[in-house]
């Protein structure tokens, strides 16, 4: 794969990955769409959308996965959409992958890997950035939804952590996808007296769950392989950025002091555990 195709393929899903936050965001808050219905259709779309992946690459539509991992993809799916009920999308994506990042990187504490130095003050840093970011005050954003969002946050890092070595990361993604279907379905018929549709909150839902979902899942997994793992894990610090840029361009939404200080707390502390991790494993 080309350099530039690398860097191309690279952009387009680092801005699908954000785009999630945007579409789920502007369909809670501007269509008639629930949140429950929202995850479903979103679910269904990014299934249809993987199935067919799968199928055109390999020559059948069935993918692997368990339904552990299905539970955790919903459980990632439900929590992220109810939770854009009241975040903003800068603050619903920082939130999330603080918790993806945090989930990680405490289970590589709890396997054994020791921290360096510079890690221990990363980790640190970032979560005085989070506490930070959810102390009481005028400019907190609401305590439901950041739990709600750090739930699905630590869902999101639970089933990252479930994939590693399970095979073709594509098919198991179909696979999974599959498998939640029916279990968000089942939230939705629970939740049957809330719902509510409309053609704009449909379409955003099926633009989530087909393109920045399905599409930006197996862009993801196509450049992957060209990317060295520090490359990964830090050109990720870019999401939250990118989402904040959109909710201000598409939704108007505004960026508070906290939100700035917290979010180079937060990333800032990730990156120094990311890249010291790298510079010890090249230094052995």
């Known amino acids: 794969m080309?350099?530039?195709?690398v860097i191309a393929l690279t952009a387009l899903t680092m801005i699908a990955f954000a785009g999630n936050s945007l579409l789920c965001r502007v369909a809670l808050k501007h269509t008639r769409i629930d949140a429950a219905s929202f995850t479903t259709i979103r679910l269904i779309s990014g299934a249809v959308?993987?199935?067919?992946?799968?199928?055109?690459?390999?020559?059948?539509?069935?993918?692997?996965g368990n339904w552990l991992s299905a539970f955790g993809l919903f459980a990632y799916a439900a929590g992220f959409s109810f939770a854009y009920l009241s975040l903003t999308a800068a603050t619903g994506a920082l939130?999330?992958?603080?918790?993806?990042?945090?989930?990680?990187?405490?289970h590589g504490i709890w396997s054994g890997e020791r921290l360096l130095r510079m890690q221990a003050v990363g980790l640190v840093l970032a979560l005085g950035?989070?506490?930070?970011?959810?102390?009481?005050?005028?400019?907190?954003?609401?305590?439901?939804?950041?739990v709600l969002m750090l739930s699905a946050g630590v869902a999101w890092g639970v089933y990252s952590l479930r994939?590693?070595?399970?095979?073709?990361?594509?098919?198991?993604?179909?696979?999974?996808?599959?498998?939640?279907?029916?279990i968000s379905a089942a939230l939705s018929l629970l939740m049957y007296r809330g719902a509510s549709?409309?053609?704009?909150?449909?379409?955003?839902?099926?633009?989530?769950?087909?393109?920045?979902?399905?599409?930006?899942?197996?862009?993801?997994?196509?450049?992957?392989?060209?990317l060295k793992a520090t490359s990964?894990?830090?050109?990720?610090?870019?999401?939250?950025?990118i989402a904040a840029m959109g909710g201000i361009v598409f939704l108007g939404e505004s960026i508070t002091t906290r939100l700035v200080l917290a979010s180079a707390a937060i990333l800032g502390g990730i990156a120094l555990v990311i890249l010291e991790r790298s510079n010890a494993q090249h230094s052995r």
Do not use: C, E
Not at 49 to 64: A, E, F, I, P, Q
Not at 95 to 106: E, H, N, P, S, Y
Not at 204 to 209: E, F, K, L, M
């Open 2 to 5: 080309s350099y530039f195709r």
């Open 49 to 64: 959308m993987l199935w067919l992946v799968v199928r055109v690459r390999h020559g059948k539509g069935t993918g692997n």
């Open 95 to 106: 939130l999330l992958f603080g918790a993806v990042q945090a989930t990680m990187i405490g």
């Open 129 to 146: 950035g989070l506490v930070g970011l959810l102390m009481p005050g005028l400019s907190a954003p609401p305590l439901a939804g950041s």
């Open 163 to 182: 994939g590693r070595g399970a095979g073709d990361p594509t098919k198991v993604t179909a696979g999974n996808f599959l498998r939640a279907v029916p």
């Open 197 to 226: 549709l409309d053609s704009a909150g449909f379409g955003y839902a099926v633009s989530s769950g087909a393109l920045a979902s399905g599409i930006g899942y197996a862009l993801w997994y196509t450049v992957l392989p060209a």
């Open 232 to 241: 990964a894990a830090t050109v990720q610090l870019s999401v939250p950025v």
